[in-house]
């Protein structure tokens, strides 16, 4: 209320004039400044929450960070402490930039970056030498040509080999080095003599960059591109499953209860994940062999996998969109398939979980083969019940009076979208079959161990139980 009077004086006249206070515009000005301050001291505080979140939640990444800043400091010292700078000259800045271009989050993409960089400037610098060798003798009039003639053939070969979809995965950093490395040489205006001492130099400062590289990644809490891989499969593949028997149980069950939509949503995970597994896949088979991975083991086995999982997610999707699509089934029609179709689900899902288990403990399992045909069982009633959809009696209500249809009597339109439902449901469990086919496959090659006798008997008499429970549990919801 205060800012809404106004101050008026009677003039000599008979008139009036409004007083404006003179701090209003001040205090204007001081309100905006003190807004301005505390928004920006907000953003700064939001800012350093949703680090603080990133750290508490990956803290990997928070000690890559960390082994960064060792490896520039252990590097640094080649700069700062004088026998060793006399040692390596006034190169010992590429040294430095060796680490901050090679250092990699896993131990399988720095060893890939290192040993690109190293040959890639070695055979650069290699071709080099002789060019310029071959060129300072050919006299001055055909020097310039050959070093103008070399390093267009050279660097336009290069540059075409980086096309190449094999060399593109492994080499395409090394073939960028030394299309540099050459240049730099050939064009440089250095004596032989002095070229061989800027080659020596390079050399040496890049093996040093590389050494500290290797050795902080791999020695100080490492995070191999496998493992990384491996996890992210079996992540993926518990998410797809969660997903699955969260969207089926939530379209049929009468009692809703409330579904995180972050579980119902899991199957993007695998939608998006292609470009990860590929990168880490081809990044593994630089890494040496680690924890329960040998050398040599199939990665592009998980490459499959990884295919048939996000096969499997596109099915997720469209089951996702058609439950949550306007047309709707009537409830008679719902009841009807909601057990058959509950049922498959859930078998499917139980086939996930259990190759997820499979990848998690790296041992063969003794009842997937009996998932996969309890799932085939499932499909086979699901498609009966389809058939006998027509020649069902139904339980329906008109008016106050409870009756029986005999047969269903519906429109195509109300047919459709549980017909929908149904067929996405055999098709998933057809790609969770040859999901499990790719699995066992990889359980092959990579040489899982088996079920010990003990563990495959527990197996079996859980199997049991679990059957018992599943049912159970399927008419509760329904």
Known sequence: MARGLEWTINMGDGTSKVLVSECTSGSRILRGLQGFVMGFVSKIGGFFQRAWRLGVNE????????????????????????????????????????????????????????????????????????VH???????????????QGSVFLLATAATFSRF????????????????????????SGYRVEKLFELAHHRLSTIAIGTSICLITTMLFCPVWAGT??????????????????????????????????????????????????????????????????????????????????RSCAYCIEALNGSINSEAK????????????????SSKSSAVMKELAAVIATMKKSTKIDFMVEEMRSAVQELEGALKSLSKQPIQAKIGEAAVTLQPIVVTLVEVVPLVTVSSL?????????????????????????????????????????????DEMMTLQKV
């Open 228 to 309: 990384e891989l491996h996890n992210l499969i079996k992540n993926n593949m518990e998410k797809l499953s969660d997903s699955l028997d969260g969207c089926v149980t939530d379209y049929f069950t009468t009692n809703k209860t409330e579904t995180s939509d972050k579980r119902l949503q899991g199957y993007k995970c695998a939608l998006n994940s292609k470009a990860t597994e590929e990168s880490l896949a081809n990044f593994a088979r630089w890494e040496p062999a680690h924890g329960g991975f040998n050398f040599g083991h199939p990665w592009k086995e998980y490459v499959k996998v990884g295919a048939s999982l």
């Open 164 to 187: 190449i979809p094999s060399i593109k995965a492994r080499f395409d950093y090394g073939a960028m080095i030394f299309i540099l490395t050459f240049s730099l040489v050939s064009v």
């Open 59 to 130: 803290p990997k990444k928070v000690i890559h960070c960390v082994k960064v800043g060792l490896a520039l400091s252990l590097v640094s010292l080649f700069y700062y402490m004088r026998p060793l700078y006399e040692g390596v000259g006034g190169n010992a800045m590429w040294a430095v930039m060796t680490v901050v271009v090679v250092f990699e989050y896993t131990v399988g993409a720095s060893l890939c970056k290192c040993v690109n960089r190293a040959t890639g400037t070695f055979l650069a610098g290699a071709l080099g030498v002789g």
């Open 133 to 147: 060798w071959v060129a300072s003798h050919s006299g001055e009039r055909f020097e310039p040509i050959i070093l």
């Open 425 to 469: 449901l055999i098709e998933i469990a057809a790609r969770t079959e040859k999901l499990a086919g790719d699995v066992s496959e990889l359980a092959e090659k990579a040489e899982f161990e088996a079920e010990t006798a003990e563990e495959a008997k527990k197996a079996q008499n859980s199997k049991g139980q679990e059957n018992e429970d």
């Open 329 to 344: 089934a009537p409830d008679a029609l719902k009841n009807h398939l909601s057990h058959f179709c509950m049922r498959l």
